[in-house]
């Protein structure tokens, strides 16, 4: 446990430039702080206890504003970004050396029994407020953008984005125009729906003009 520990605080420093010293990680990060509670409510969960290990992760949510089940498997090197509104479901499998942001849902997609959460690789970024949903693999070193929802199985060394997630490079090569996780740049589903019905609208009232200019000229 307390190897997986020095694993997790080391990603810190590896993964979030603003970090400047052990005591600020230590006192300054939920995500860590949540991830502590998890470790040691999923230890218990594994020897059998149900609600001991329910009651921690309820008070680490309170504490933290991220929600673990205390079921969920979590590697080596796990770093959940700023953190609040995380929420990992029961039967999640996580890899090591994975990134999450906040907002990030691994969850179930209803009430079917058994495995029913996400399987994520090794060494995968999930950007701030991506749902990945039901029992679907996100293969290793994949990247999800921001605000994407991802129902399928997505292959390793993929970058998925959008609503619904699609693949837009994989292995280094451009399957639509290439993204990756610069948030600034990835694709506005709401916007573009938006525009959508702006056009649409635009088209109507263009073809009103000319009916009722056509009706005056009778």
Same mark, same amino acid.
């Given at each position: 446990? @307390? *190897?997986?520990? *020095?694993?997790? /605080?080391?990603? !810190? @420093?590896?993964?979030?430039? +603003?970090?400047?010293?052990? =005591?600020?990680?230590?006192?300054?990060?939920?995500? #860590?702080? +949540?991830?502590? &509670?998890?470790? &040691?409510?999923?230890?218990?969960?594994?020897?059998?206890?149900?609600? !001991?290990?329910?009651?921690?992760?309820?008070?680490?949510? &309170?504490?933290?504003?991220?929600?673990?089940?205390?079921?969920?498997?979590?590697?080596?090197?796990? @770093?959940?970004?700023?953190?609040?509104?995380? /929420?990992?479901?029961?039967?999640?499998?996580?890899?090591?050396?994975?990134?999450?942001?906040?907002?990030?849902?691994?969850?179930?997609?209803?009430?079917?029994?058994?495995?029913?959460?996400?399987?994520?690789?090794?060494?995968?970024?999930?950007?701030?407020?991506?749902? /990945?949903?039901?029992?679907?693999? !996100?293969?290793?070193?994949? *990247?999800?953008? +921001?605000?994407?929802?991802? #129902?399928?199985?997505?292959?390793? $060394?993929?970058?998925?984005?959008? !609503?619904?997630?699609?693949? /837009?490079?994989?292995?280094?090569?451009?399957?639509?125009?290439?993204?990756? =996780?610069?948030?600034?740049?990835?694709?506005?589903?709401?916007?573009?729906?938006?525009?959508? =019905?702006? *056009?649409? @609208?635009?088209? =109507?009232?263009?073809?009103?003009? $000319?009916?009722?200019? &056509?009706?005056? +000229?009778?």
């Amino acid at each position: 446990m @307390f *190897k997986r520990l *020095k694993c997790d /605080v080391n990603a !810190i @420093f590896d993964r979030d430039p +603003a970090t400047d010293n052990l =005591l600020e990680v230590i006192l300054a990060y939920s995500g #860590l702080h +949540a991830l502590l &509670f998890h470790r &040691f409510s999923h230890w218990l969960y594994s020897k059998g206890l149900r609600t !001991i290990p329910r009651l921690i992760s309820q008070l680490a949510r &309170f504490l933290t504003g991220i929600e673990i089940h205390p079921g969920a498997e979590i590697g080596c090197g796990f @770093f959940i970004d700023h953190g609040m509104g995380v /929420v990992i479901g029961e039967t999640t499998e996580i890899g090591d050396n994975v990134t999450l942001y906040q907002g990030v849902t691994l969850g179930g997609t209803g009430k079917e029994r058994g495995k029913r959460h996400p399987t994520i690789g090794n060494n995968v970024v999930i950007g701030a407020g991506a749902k /990945v949903l039901g029992s679907i693999t !996100i293969g290793d070193d994949a *990247k999800i953008g +921001a605000g994407s929802v991802v #129902l399928k199985d997505v292959d390793e $060394n993929s970058t998925v984005v959008g !609503i619904p997630g699609r693949v /837009v490079t994989r292995d280094g090569r451009r399957v639509h125009p290439e993204r990756d =996780l610069a948030h600034a740049d990835l694709p506005d589903p709401v916007r573009d729906q938006l525009l959508e =019905l702006e *056009k649409e @609208f635009t088209k =109507l009232k263009q073809e009103i003009l $000319n009916k009722d200019s &056509f009706e005056d +000229a009778g």
